[in-house]
């Protein structure tokens, strides 16, 4: 990354204001995503079956996807294939759709806050402004392992 990408990105990052986050377990189920809120309805179900190793696969798959050249939208229906049949994929195919359809990643992002932690969306908007979002894609996954080892 280049140093005036990089600042743009801590710019970025600097800006947004992120409040601090609960964690959820269930032990029946294993660790649930450490970034999801405390409240969940009942349209919200879904996401307290994905699990933080679930979304720190698909970021680094994603990320992969970019940095061997492909587009965004093809990149998003073949991380749904990959995803296929998991809780994750649903949230995906959305994703995807919303993209096709003209909608930033991060937007798309926002709509499942209790999947995706401030944090997530924001350092995902800081790497489409800058041009490098294969790049913080593969640090939050990065991020989200290190997280999943200290619990």
Do not use: W
């Not at 947004?16 to 660790?31: H, K, L």
């Not at 994703?95 to 997530?120: C, R, Y």
């Amino acid at each position: 990354m280049s140093e005036s990408a990089a600042n743009k990105l801590l710019d970025k990052l600097s800006e947004a204001t992120v409040p601090p986050q609960s964690s959820s377990t269930d032990g029946a189920a294993g660790e649930q995503l450490n970034f999801m809120h405390d409240t969940c309805d009942a349209d919200n179900e879904l996401a307290y079956k994905i699990k933080n190793s679930d979304v720190c696969l698909a970021t680094r798959h994603l990320a992969t996807l970019l940095r061997a050249g492909m587009p965004l939208v093809p990149a998003l229906a073949a991380l749904v294939e990959q995803l296929q049949g998991q809780p994750l994929a649903q949230i995906m195919i959305n994703a995807h759709d919303q993209v096709n359809a003209g909608a930033s990643f991060a937007q798309t992002l926002e709509k499942h806050p209790q999947i995706f932690s401030p944090l997530f969306i924001n350092m995902v908007k800081a790497g489409q402004a800058s041009g490098t979002l294969e790049e913080v894609l593969f640090k939050l996954a990065h991020m989200l392992e290190k997280r999943e080892q200290l619990t």
